[in-house]
């Protein structure tokens, strides 16, 4: 059998094959080339003659956890805007989508973690664009949850109970007094 050789410029066309398909395909593995297609959000649109956020159609609304999901992972303060001011809330989720081009449960988390505390959460944004890791707001830690019943099913309400009692006390019993002698 006769063997072929190949010429010089075959084998370094060979090579150069090679190394490309390999440099491609471990970039896309460690997410440095990103195709434009693979990851299509559906994000939504500002409406300038209306002034507000509107979603896209392919964004079906909903949200990953309730108002009380809001409240177990985040406090009080997401859970109240969700209540009584829901169209300002959905307007935030909807702007941040855009923005941060996200989707709906990370916009969802992260505006929760703004309105529970602003300046922590504007800290930790700064972080993760000087290469800290990216905080997940829409988990849930059972701890955390645990720690906010207690609170809002216990202390709360004690607290509450004794600033009443003492206010009826002063009004209803009031005792000796600095200004009773004026």
């Known amino acids: 059998m006769k063997k072929a050789r190949m010429s010089l410029s075959q084998r370094l066309a060979i090579v150069l094959l090679v190394l490309t398909a390999l440099l ?10 990103k195709s434009k297609t693979a990851n299509k959000l559906p994000l939504p649109t500002f409406n300038k003659e209306t002034n507000r956020w509107e979603k896209s159609p392919l964004d079906d609304g909903k949200y990953p956890y309730d108002a009380i999901g809001s409240a177990l992972r985040h406090g ?54 000087n290469g800290k ?41 009031p005792g000796p007094s600095v200004i009773k002698g004026l």
């Open 133 to 173: 890791p990216k905080v997940d707001y829409t988990k849930l830690d059972k701890k955390q949850a645990a720690l906010t019943a207690v609170w809002a099913l216990g202390i709360t309400p004690l607290a509450i109970n004794v600033i009443v009692n003492t206010a009826d006390q002063f009004v209803n019993n």
């Open 24 to 33: 491609t395909s471990s970039a896309y593995a460690f997410g440095l080339g």
């Open 76 to 129: 009080p303060s997401p859970f109240f805007t969700r209540v009584f001011n829901g169209d300002e809330y959905e307007q935030g989720v909807l702007k941040y989508m855009a923005t941060a081009k996200v989707d709906r449960a990370e916009a969802t988390g992260n505006i929760d973690a703004k309105l529970n505390n602003p300046i922590d959460w504007a800290y930790q944004k700064m972080e993760e664009k």
